[in-house]
Structure formats: structure tokens, C-alpha cells
């Protein structure tokens, strides 16, 4: 496994560099920038198939600087320089642990007053600039896709805070244990969390600014299925435990072809530390499963990405809005259901019977897509009647 980006890097190129890159944290913000575009992408051809309109918004022009804005000015200022001196002076610290150096209060003071009181003026003579004798308010409009950066900026907090609200409930013994570790841990993030989470405040911004549910719902679709993929493949490399059981099976002849380490692996050098030490490994990361597992993150990635090609595939195809998202949520909560089976996860105790979360809230997705496809079609049918 390759806890750092760098070290798959030197593995390939069997160079010797260090950076501060988690590879976890690589493939999702990968995740979220393939999202992204492709949300960009699919609010554009929304617009110009006119189910999706520009908001207005009245903006006031000529305006000086606010004591807030200075204010703000001020502290991103001071924190980039307090944290990215420090960074660069102390880099091995830095590099070796990234998580731990951000959250310290090690850092640069003098940089940070400096760099902060420097970007104030410059956000000041900026604004000052182009002041007028008496502001003036006008109205402009702004399509949907420039918000892009917006939306998915919203996604992402609230479905970090949703995957963590979602984890202590799985790991309330871990919480109590460490309260604040768990909070601030980039660890245990779970994914129907940050789904249901980040749907609710995505869904209050774009009725907010004129940007109807179901079509930007279906713009998020193929999106959400190819990004999840990516995330998985984070999971793989890391080994950050997100694995599956223990695999007694003997690989089949029909599937001789496939390499041992798509059948099962024991994660060496994974993330976590888990399981049994390597012999003759010295570092942070020398541990290895004793017995082989179901390697799930590679089995998700490949479903999503299968996922995201019929997704895509059929968007254009579909006319009533929210039926994409609907068919998302059918296949997700499929996928989701069946790899719980071979996937190491908590699980509850409901009626003599052990259920993770996921087992909980697949099914849900599945029942709201089936129920939300026929209701939106029939609606759909009746308006064009009408």
C-alpha cells in the first residue's frame, strides 16, 4: 500500500521524494474536481435546453471596503503565510505528517502578521480603486454553471461534516474514547452521510438561487457515481481499512485469469496499521492483514465506473427531470447493498439479525429511486396531457 502519494510515485519511478500528499486525500479531491467538471458540463446543456435559468441578483458597485472584508482579508492572509513559511522551514515535519502540522499551532507568526497586514492593504486599494462618489445597484445575471464552484464547495463541507455525524454514530465507542481525534480525523468518513447531508444543503441553495432540484439533481448523477469510484481507488492504495472480510474461498478456474491480488490481499504497509508486522519492514507503516481479504474497494470502483458509463450514456435520452437521479439512486443503493455482504464495516444488532448502516440505508435509496422514477414519469404524462 502507498499511505502517501509519493511513495506510489517511488514505487513506480523508484524515486526517493517525499511530499505531503495523503494518497486518500489525493483521489478525493481528484473525485471532487472529475464531479465538478462534469456537473459544469451537464448545468451548461441544462441552461441551453432551458431547464435551467439564470438567476437574478442585485449587486451594489462602488463600494469600499467593508470592516468584514478586511477582516477576512486579514486572517486567510496571516493563516497561509503563518502555516506555508512554516511549512516550507520545517518541510520533513510538514511532509511526514501534514494532518498533525496542520492542526498544530506550529507556524510562523512574524510571516503571518506581515503577509496578512500586506494582503489587508492590497484588498483595501483594490476596492478603494474602483469606488464611486455614490454606489449604484444593479441587477446581473448569473447562469447556473458559473455557481458550479459554489455548489459543489457546499457539497463537499456539508458531506465531510454528514460522512463524519454518520461515522461517530457507527464508532460512538471511538468517540467517546477521543472525542476531538475522531472529529479531525480525515479517517472514517461514510459515504451515505455525506450523500444525505450534502443533498439537503445542495438542494437549499439551488431553490435559493433559482436552480430547480430535479434538474440539478440529474446534473450531479453522473458526477457522484464516477467520483465515488475515485474515492474508492483512494481507499485501495491507502488501505485505510475500508476492505472486506476475510476470503476462505478458492478462486474459481473461470477466473484463473485474474491476478491472486484481485481475489484477495492482505494490504501491506497499509495506512491503519493493521494486522501482523512485515519482516524486515522499518518505518511508519509496517503492518499487513494476517489472512487475505475481499479487496472491495476495487470491486465498487469498477461498478461505479460501469455506473457512471450508462449514466452518461442515457442522460440525453431521458426527458423528465429527477428520473436520472432516480436511476442513480436505484443503482447506488444496489451496489451498496450487495458488497455489504462481503465488506468489513459495524453492524448493528436489529431482530437477531447483524446490519451495517449501509444495509439500513441502501435499500431506502433503492425504494425512493423505483418510487420517484414512476411518480415523475406519471406526473410527466399528465401535464403533457393537460
Known sequence: MYPKFSD?????????????IMSYGFFVATAFLVGAYLLYLELIRKEKEGLIKPTKKKVIVGKPASVIELLIS???????????????????????????FLFSGEGSL????????LYTVYVWYDKNKRKLDKPIEKEISVPAHEQTWMIVLIAAVFGI???????????????????????????????????????????????????????????????????????????????????????????????????EWLWKYNYPHNIINEGIPIPG???????QLAQGVFPTPIYETT??????????????????????????????????FFIEHIRVDHRYDIFGHHITQAELISPVLVVLGIVGWIVLEKRAKKEAAA
Not at 8 to 20: D, E, Q, S, V, W
Not at 77 to 95: E, N, S
Not at 233 to 247: M, P
Not at 281 to 287: E, L, R, S, V
Request: proline share 5%; charged share 10%; aromatic share 14%.
Open 8 to 20: 506510489l510515485i517511488n514505487a513506480i519511478f523508484g524515486t526517493h521524494i517525499n511530499l505531503p
Open 74 to 100: 486579514f486572517v486567510v492572509g496571516f493563516l497561509i503565510a503563518f502555516k506555508g513559511v512554516a511549512a516550507i522551514t520545517d518541510y520533513q515535519h510538514f511532509a511526514n505528517d501534514p494532518q498533525q
Open 110 to 117: 512574524w510571516a503571518g502578521l506581515v503577509f496578512g497586514m
Open 161 to 259: 461534516i454528514g460522512a463524519k455525524i454518520f461515522d461517530q454514530l457507527e464508532n460512538w465507542q471511538a468517540f467517546l474514547a477521543d472525542p476531538l481525534g475522531e472529529l479531525f480525523s480525515f479517517s472514517g468518513l461514510t459515504f451515505y452521510g455525506g450523500l444525505i447531508i450534502a443533498a439537503i444543503a445542495v438542494v437549499w441553495y439551488g431553490e435559493k438561487h433559482g436552480i430547480p432540484w430535479k434538474p440539478m439533481a440529474d446534473s450531479f448523477a453522473p458526477g457522484l457515481a464516477i467520483a465515488y469510484g475515485i474515492g474508492r481507488i483512494g481507499c485501495q492504495v491507502a488501505g485505510d481499512g475500508d476492505w472486506g472480510i476475510v476470503n476462505h474461498l478458492t478462486k474459481p478456474g473461470w477466473l484463473s485469469f485474474l491476478p
Open 281 to 287: 519492514c522499518t518505518g511508519p507503516h509496517c503492518m
Open 303 to 336: 461498478m461505479m465506473i460501469i455506473v457512471f458509463i450508462i449514466l452518461w450514456s442515457i442522460r440525453k435520452k431521458i426527458k423528465v427531470p429527477g428520473v436520472l437521479f432516480s436511476i442513480y439512486l436505484i443503482f447506488n443503493g444496489v451496489e451498496r
